[in-house]
T-cell receptor, first 119, second 118 residues
């Protein structure tokens, strides 16, 4: 079974509007971390936001917020006030065994969502 | 934030030759680094976990004799693609965690290396 599922291969949004990118995950661990990365056409992976499984509040970083619904095992990324420069691939990822030392933070990635911001 | 530098960013090599890719943590010590491969329009797939001073741990299906990993210091890991073939053409990217730093919950990535084998 997929550990990270991103059901939206592509999304379109108008500039200045908000957009939600979906991510669901599957794990039996109690401790895990959820990440979102942006990958522009240049290929670099840009860290956006992190949510720990024990964090009670949703993570926020500037225009990015993570809608964490633990019972549903979802970790959707919300981008507010979209900008043309937000057009890129977006990957959701998970590390399991957070702080256990076992997995050493290796990440499992979803298939990604290609976001296009229209002027 | 912490910086991970990967070199080269692009390389074209002839089939049968070997290519070395370097991954350096510039302002922190990385006891563990990770090597991923990404085929066009696909996700990142973990190839191996590189541990400083010990053997790398390879994911299932990854040939350890073909993808040699050396993590000789706390700031440098190298991936050598030996006897490269066209099917090895891909985007290779490394990442590292700053376990003791301010950004402990973040995995930093290098810029990636686009390998083309002709």
């Amino acid at each position: 079974a997929q550990k990270i599922t991103q059901t939206q291969p592509g999304m379109f949004v108008q500039e200045k509007e908000a957009v939600t990118l979906d991510c669901t995950y599957d794990t039996s661990d109690q401790s895990y971390g959820l990440f979102w990365y942006k990958q522009p056409s240049s290929g670099e992976m840009i860290f956006l936001i992190y949510q720990g499984s024990y964090d009670e509040q949703n993570a926020t970083e500037g225009r990015y917020s993570l809608n964490f619904q633990k019972a549903r095992k979802s970790a959707n990324l919300v981008i507010s006030a979209s900008q043309l420069g937000d057009s890129a691939m977006y990957f959701c990822a998970m590390s399991e065994g957070f702080d256990s030392g076992g997995s050493n933070y290796k990440l499992t990635f979803g298939k990604g969502t290609l976001l296009t911001v229209n002027p | 934030g912490a910086v991970v530098s990967q070199h080269p960013s692009r390389v074209i090599c002839k089939s049968g030759t070997s290519v070395k890719i370097e991954c350096r943590s510039l302002d922190f010590q990385a006891t563990t680094m990770f090597w991923y491969r990404q085929f066009p329009k696909q996700s990142l797939m973990l190839m191996a976990t590189s541990n400083e001073g010990s053997k790398a741990t390879y994911e299932q299906g990854v040939e350890k004799d073909k993808f040699l990993i050396n993590h000789a210091s706390l700031t440098l890991s190298t991936l050598t693609v030996t006897s490269a073939h066209p099917e090895d053409s891909s985007f290779y990217i490394c990442s590292a965690r700053d376990r003791g730093g301010l950004f402990d919950t973040e995995a930093f990535f290098g810029q990636g290396t686009r390998l083309t084998v002709v």
